[in-house]
């Protein structure tokens, strides 16, 4: 039997992954060639941005993606290996948890959406494991949309969820 360790270096080989500023490892997949142009899109869009991007994403268990937010609802869909805990802080505050996986029957869900503007971080849930999920926005990812806060800046914005807060950011 190959240990974690090896199967994840096999897999960051084979699709090619690169680690991502949030956390974890990644690899776009998907760019369409259409592009939506800036006037067709809310002011926090600073440019015009293709119409979709699909990205491979893989998370350890001695990594996790760190709270972030994008102008843009995001879509995940669950691949192979541990279930993901994902955590969603809305605008007002308010905490929601999911558990990303197969096991439908009890409460995991194989593809969840989180809403564009909302805080979120996710992690493996179990030791010594990887989660491969596949994740898609539209319109398409760019980094001017991508907005990685200190746990200073968002513990001082949400100090009741200080605890979750710490546990998820690096910076
Ligand atoms: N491309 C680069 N980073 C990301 C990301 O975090 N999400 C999506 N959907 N695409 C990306």
Redesign the pocket.
């Known amino acids: 039997m190959i240990n974690t360790e090896s199967k994840i270096k096999q897999i960051i080989e084979k699709l090619d992954l690169l680690p991502?500023?949030?956390g974890g490892y990644?690899k776009?997949i998907y760019r369409s060639s259409g592009i939506i142009q800036s006037q067709s899109l809310g002011s926090e869009f600073s440019g015009s941005r293709n119409f979709a991007?699909?990205?491979y994403?893989m998370l350890t268990s001695d990594t996790f993606?760190a709270f972030?937010k994008?102008n843009q609802d995001?879509i995940w869909h669950f691949y192979d290996g541990s279930p993901i805990e994902l955590h969603v802080i809305s605008v007002s505050g308010q905490h929601t948890q999911h558990i990303i996986g197969k096991d439908i029957f009890n409460g995991e869900v194989p593809q969840l959406v989180v809403p564009a503007n909302h805080w979120f971080a996710a992690k493996t849930i179990k030791d010594d494991d990887y989660s491969l999920v596949g994740?898609?926005?539209s319109p398409?990812?760019d980094?001017r949309d991508?907005n990685l806060p200190t746990r200073q800046k968002l513990t001082e914005r949400y100090p009741q969820h200080k605890a979750l807060i710490t546990s998820f950011t690096r910076i």
């Open positions: 991502h500023p949030e990644y776009e991007t699909s990205i994403f993606s972030h994008i995001e994740c898609a926005v398409g990812f980094f991508f």
